[in-house]
Every structure is written in C-alpha cells, then in structure tokens.
T-cell receptor, first 113, second 115 residues
C-alpha cells in the first residue's frame, strides 16, 4: 500500500529565502507525482506534475524533482514571497490498475514579510 | 482551461437530511471523476471513482448507500450524502480527468456542516 509522507509539517521562513519541501513515498512504482497548493478553506491548485519517466519539472520560481529509486520528491521554491504562504501537498499516482492519487498530509508554509 | 466547479461551496443542514453536491468540468469532457473528503489538518482521502455511464467504485470503508455518486454525463458528477449526520461534516472535493490515467483537475471544494 502506497504511503506518502511530507516533512516538515510546518515551515516558517522570512521573505526572499529559498526553501525545499520534501515528499517521500513507499512504493516506487508510481505513474506520476504531483505537487499542489491549498489555501485555507479552498480547493487544490496544481503546481507541477512529474511523469515517472521524468526527473524534474519547472514552472517559474518552482522546481520539482523526482527520484523514484529513493522514493523522494522535492519542491524547491526560489525567492519566497508572502503570497506563497499556503499548504503544499504532494500526491503519488499509483500504477497497478489504479488511477488513485495518494496524498501526503502537506507542509504548511508561512513566508513572513 | 481545465476548470472544475463545485456547487454549493458551503452547505449547512440538519441531521437526517440529504445533501447533493455537484461537480462540473467546465471546459473539457471528463471521462473520470473522483470524490475526496478532507478532515481538518488531514490529507485528502479518496472516497470513490466514477466513470461516465457506469457505477462508481468506492474505496474500502466508504458506504456506497450513504454516499451516492452519479456520473450522468461527461461534464457532471454528483455526490449525495444521504441521511447526513454530524460525523459527515467535512470538506468534500471533486476532481476530473480527461482519461483514467490523466492529470486530475480539482474543484474548489464544498464545506458540509451537519448540525
């Protein structure tokens, strides 16, 4: 059974700092891995999707990497801004006949001005 | 593109009533739609997967008679919480994808409070 863990659960940084959020998964047989942003009381906004054959994806100040062999993904945020404050979720899409996304519990990021 | 809407965004109901939540893909046809629930400070848990025109597949522990899912068209899926109780209070989020293995696009969620 796939399990996804995100560390740390919460992170507070000053504005302008570069930061890394971590995501680990127990079953390396994934179809893809996605990073989402969730603002309080809101739905999910997809940030980046990495296919199993890819190593990384970039969008603006965000860069996500995927290392299937070690069961890890990282989300790098450059030059953080107060508007980046949100909960960041990673989710692994499992193979084996299932289209399920297994989510981590998220990392709550606070960027202080 | 790839916009998914949910209605209502918030609903408060009395215990014992039924509540229907709609999920629509606005600018694409969704072969598959997914329903999740999220408790405070917890992650999203998949409740069921529905494919247009066929019965939904429920996750273990989810009562199919309590959470009725209808995927009547390629742009609409509904979740009906029947005889709702306070423990059903949660944040319900749907997602939609063009095909089974495709990227899921998420709706804004529905906050259900059962008094």
């Amino acid at each position: 059974k796939q399990e996804v863990t995100q560390i740390p659960a919460a992170l507070s940084v000053p504005e302008g700092e570069n930061l890394v959020l971590n995501c680990s998964f127990t079953d390396s047989a994934i179809y893809n891995l996605q990073w989402f942003r969730q603002d309080p009381g809101k739905g999910l906004t997809s940030l980046l999707l990495i296919q199993s054959s890819q190593r990384e994806q970039t969008s603006g100040r965000l860069n996500a990497s995927l290392d299937k062999s070690s069961g890890r993904s990282t989300l790098y945020i450059a030059a953080s801004q107060p508007g980046d404050s949100a909960t960041y979720l990673c989710a692994a899409a499992t193979q084996g006949g299932s289209e399920k996304l297994v989510f981590g519990k998220g990392t709550k990021l606070t960027v202080n001005p | 593109g790839a916009v998914v809407s949910q209605h209502p965004s918030r609903v408060i109901c009395k215990s014992g009533t039924s509540v229907k939540i709609e999920c629509r893909s606005l600018d694409f046809q969704a072969t598959t739609m997914f329903w999740y629930r999220q408790f405070p400070k917890q992650s999203l848990m998949l409740m069921a997967t529905s494919n247009e025109g066929s019965k939904a597949t429920y996750e273990q522990g989810v009562e199919k008679d309590k959470f009725l899912i209808n995927h009547a068209s390629l742009t609409l899926s509904t979740l009906t919480v029947t005889s709702a109780h306070p423990e059903d209070s949660s944040f319900y989020i749907c997602s939609a994808s063009v095909h089974r293995w495709g990227e899921q696009f998420f709706g804004p969620g529905t906050r259900l409070t059962v008094l």
